[in-house]
T-cell receptor, first 112, second 114 residues
Framework: GNSVTQMEGPVTLSEEAFLTINCTYT??????LFWYVQYPGEGLQLLLK?????DKGSNKGFEATYRKETTSFHLEKGSVQVSDSAVYFC???????????FGKGTTLSVSS | EAQVTQNPRYLITVTGKKLTVTCSQN?????MSWYRQDPGLGLRQIYY???????DKGDVPEGYKVSRKEKRNFPLILESPSPNQTSLYFC?????????????FGPGTRLLVL
């Protein structure tokens, strides 16, 4: 079945450091891929998405490229800020379109 | 303001005492869904509804019930809660099935079952 594997956290960085959070997936067909962010005490918000191979999603300085050959969708940001501290979830759409399949989440903590 | 609301936000209860967590959206969305979030497991879908009176099981439906009598409301019912249902619950809605880019999540309900 479909599944998403994210790197284990927590990830602890200093402000202005480069961020990579790895995400790989297993899926039949060609799912859409997503990154969600959850700030402390809040629900999930869509951060970015990609719907087909080689698409690059971007938002708020974050980027991720849909790599079909490596079945990956790694999240990157060139210079993190304290305000980026949150939990990040990688997700894919299931084949039936009735659910998102989420990874376990990666906690990012950025210090000044 | 477009939003999904959940009540209560926090709940402590005891094993076996029936409870309902309400979810309401004000966007006239057809699709609604419930997830639970557990440490190390991410979010897992409990139930979803593609429209009024149409509901179906997600990945972890055991111990839960839902109903969709009106478009805006999608309550989650725990008939006989057990400690393994202690979790953080999220309701979500989107215009229709598969429209994930315009999916809204509620703020979450933290449930503790003693």
């Amino acid at each position: 079945g479909n599944s998403v594997t994210q790197m284990e956290g927590p990830v602890t960085l200093s402000e202005e450091a480069f961020l990579t959070i790895n995400c790989t997936y297993t899926a039949t067909g060609y799912p859409s891929l997503f990154w969600y962010v959850q700030y402390p005490g809040e629900g999930l918000q869509l951060l970015l998405k990609a719907t087909k191979a080689d698409d690059k999603g971007s938002n708020k300085g974050f980027e991720a490229t849909y790599r079909k050959e490596t079945t990956s969708f790694h999240l990157e940001k060139g210079s993190v800020q304290v305000s980026d501290s949150a939990v990040y979830f990688c997700a894919l759409s299931d084949q039936a379109g009735t659910a998102l399949i989420f990874g376990k989440g990666t906690t990012l903590s950025v210090s000044s | 303001e477009a939003q999904v609301t959940q009540n209560p936000r926090y709940l402590i209860t005891v094993t076996g005492k029936k409870l309902t967590v309400t979810c309401s959206q004000n966007m006239n969305h057809e699709y609604m869904s419930w997830y639970r979030q557990d440490p190390g497991l991410g979010l897992r879908q409990i139930y979803y509804s593609m429209n009024v009176e149409v509901t179906d099981k997600g990945d972890v439906p055991e111990g839960y019930k839902v109903s969709r009598k009106e478009k805006r409301n999608f309550p989650l019912i725990l008939e006989s809660p057990s400690p393994n249902q202690t979790s953080l619950y999220f309701c979500a809605s989107s215009p229709s099935t598969g429209e994930w880019e315009t999916q809204y999540f509620g703020p979450g309900t933290r449930l503790l079952v003693l």
